[in-house]
């Protein structure tokens, strides 16, 4: 069994900064691909950015110079800092992870249960 719990969300003002953990624990053998996800009221998921084995990242548009995706691999951990946070990011965000389980020969897509991130005046 493998978990993926995130923290760090809450409220905050347009401007301000967030740094969201997510942090993956259980019978992992190996994990690959990490990448947060965001989804807000009565819109459809969307992915925010993504972080490989090797470190290299990829972010969305809307994000790209505000947000940073990073990994303690180390530790089976994820993160997200949100700089310039403004009310369009208000959203659950979750994380998700490519693992390899102990005793398995294939790859599965975990998920959290999310975070409230709220950007509000």
């Known amino acids: 069994q493998v978990q993926l719990v995130e923290s760090g969300g809450g409220l905050v003002q347009p401007g301000e900064s967030l740094r969201l953990s997510c942090a993956a624990s259980?019978?992992?053998?190996?994990?690959?691909?990490m990448a947060w996800y965001r989804q807000a009221p009565g819109k459809q998921r969307e992915l925010v950015a993504t972080?490989?084995?090797?470190?290299?990242?990829n972010s969305a548009n809307p994000v790209k110079d505000r947000f940073t995706i990073s990994r303690d691999s180390a530790k089976n951990t994820v993160y997200l800092q949100m700089n310039s946070l403004k009310p369009e990011d208000t959203a659950v965000y979750l994380c998700?992870?490519?693992?390899?389980?102990?005793?398995?020969?294939?790859?599965?897509?975990?998920w959290g249960q999310g975070t409230q991130v709220t950007v509000s005046s």
């Open positions: 998700t992870a490519n693992v390899l389980p102990f005793g398995s020969s294939r790859w599965y897509d975990y």
């Open positions: 259980g019978r992992i053998r190996s994990i690959s691909a």
């Open positions: 972080i490989t084995t090797g470190g290299s990242t």
